[in-house]
C-alpha cells in the first residue's frame, strides 16, 4: 500500500494518511484481515511524528475499518469496502458542505428532510 501525503496542503497530515487507507480498502487493495505497517514504521516512511499515524489509525478504528490488536498490530476489519465508501462518501459530503458555507447542523437537517 503506497501512501503519499502533502505536507503543504490544507488538509491535516493525519486526515491524508486515514483518507488514503479508506481509499485502498474502498479499492480492495488491502483486505480484510490484512495487517498494516505498525505506526513507528509508517511514520518513519512518511517522514511524520508516530502520533500523526496513531491518530489517523483511531479515526479509521472508531470507522470501524480497522482492528488495533494486541500483539497483532493494526488489521483491516470485516466490514468490508461497502461501509468504507459510504465513509468515504459522508466526509467528502462534509467537506464539500462546508465549502459551500453550511455548518454541520444545516448538513444533518437538509439529510433529515431527504
Not at 33 to 48: C, F, H, I, T, Y
Not at 56 to 64: C, F, I, N, P, T
Not at 76 to 87: C, D, E, F, M
Request: glycine share 8%; hydrophobic share 45%; no cysteine.
Amino acid at each position: 500500500m503506497l501512501i503519499q501525503i502533502d505536507p503543504a496542503a490544507e488538509t491535516p497530515l493525519f486526515a491524508q494518511i486515514a483518507g488514503q487507507i479508506r481509499r485502498s480498502i474502498v479499492e480492495q487493495r488491502v483486505g480484510h484481515g490484512e495487517r498494516l505497517p505498525p505506526a513507528k514504521e509508517l511514520a518513519s516512511s512518511l517522514d511524520v511524528n508516530m502520533h500523526t499515524v496513531l491518530r489517523a489509525y483511531d479515526v479509521l478504528r472508531a470507522e470501524g475499518l480497522l482492528e488495533v490488536r494486541r500483539g497483532r498490530g493494526v488489521v483491516v476489519s470485516s466490514v468490508g469496502p461497502g461501509r468504507a465508501k459510504l465513509i468515504e462518501l459522508a466526509h467528502a459530503l462534509v467537506a464539500e458542505a462546508a465549502r459551500q458555507g453550511l455548518s454541520r447542523r444545516e448538513l444533518v437537517k437538509l439529510l433529515e428532510d431527504v
